[in-house]
C-alpha cells in the first residue's frame, strides 16, 4: 500500500489541527509528529533563534524519520523559515502561512481579521501577503499567546476559560465592527474552533490553512508517489520531557497517537522575547 509518511512539526500540539486534515483527505498516511516543546512557545521567540531552532532540529529528525513530506505545521516558524529549510533538505516541504488570500476574496465587506501568534502578526511576511492578495481589505490584526495556551490546556483535558478568549476576541465582536472572515492564522486556534464560534457572530465566516494543506500534500504525492511500504504507527515526539504525558494521551488518541515519547534536543540557544504569557 501507498502510505506517505510524514514529519510534521509545530511548537506543541497546534500541528495536529492540520495533521487531523492530511488524515482526512489521505486516510493511509502516517505520521511523525514533534512537538518542539523545549522551544514553546514560537511566537514568544525571537526570529534569529526561531530560524536556528529548526534549522538545527530538521536535518536529524529528517534523517530518523525519512518523511515523504515534511509539514512545518506553524504559522510562526513558516512565515519565517521556509526558505532558509529548504536550502537544507531536497525532501518537500510544505509550510502553514494565514489563509488571508481566500479570507480577503471573500469578504463582501471588505474587513478581515486575522488572529495569529504575536510573532506571526507583526512579520513582513503578512505585510507582503496583504500588500499582494487583500488590496482594499481592512486586515484587523490580533496577535495572542494565551490562546495557543488555552489550546494546549484543551487537549489535556483542562476547561478553556471564556472570559480569555471573550477579552481577547472583544475587538472583532463590537456590534459596529463589519468584519466578516476571521483567519486562524495559528495553528493552535482550529482547536478552539466550537469555542471561538461561539463567541462571534453567526454570519462571521472562520477561515483555517487544514485543507488547503492537506490538498497540497495530496497533489505532491500524486505527482511523486511514494514507494510501496507497511503501514507503520504514529509517533508523537516531545522534544524535551514533558510532567503530565498521561495527561495528554487521551486526547492524542482522537489523532491517531498512542502514547507520548521524548527526544532529548536541548533547549534553543537564547532566551524569548519578553512577553510570553
Ligand atoms: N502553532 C503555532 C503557529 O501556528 C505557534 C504556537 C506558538 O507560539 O508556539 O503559529
Redesign the pocket.
Known sequence: MHSPNFLIM???V??LSIWQEIRRRLPHSHCCYVADNA???????AESVLTERLATLLPGLEQSVRPDIVVV??????TLVLDRLRTLTSTPIIG?VPAIKPAAAASRSRHIALL??P??VTRPYIDRLVAEFAVGCRVTRIGS?EL?QAAEQKLRGDPVDSGVLARVLAPLRSNDSDMDHLVL?????PLLRDEIRTLLAPEIQIIDSGDAIARRAAQLLAASPPPLRAPQPNRFLFTAEHSTPRQLEPGLHAFGFDRVRFLDTGAPQSGQKSGAS
Open positions: 509545530d511548537s506543541g497546534g500541528g522551544a514553546y512557545p514560537y511566537g514568544a521567540l505545521a506553524c504559522n510562526t516558524a513558516s502553514v495569529a501568534t510573532g506571526t499567546h495557543v492564522g495559528c495553528t493552535h486556534f
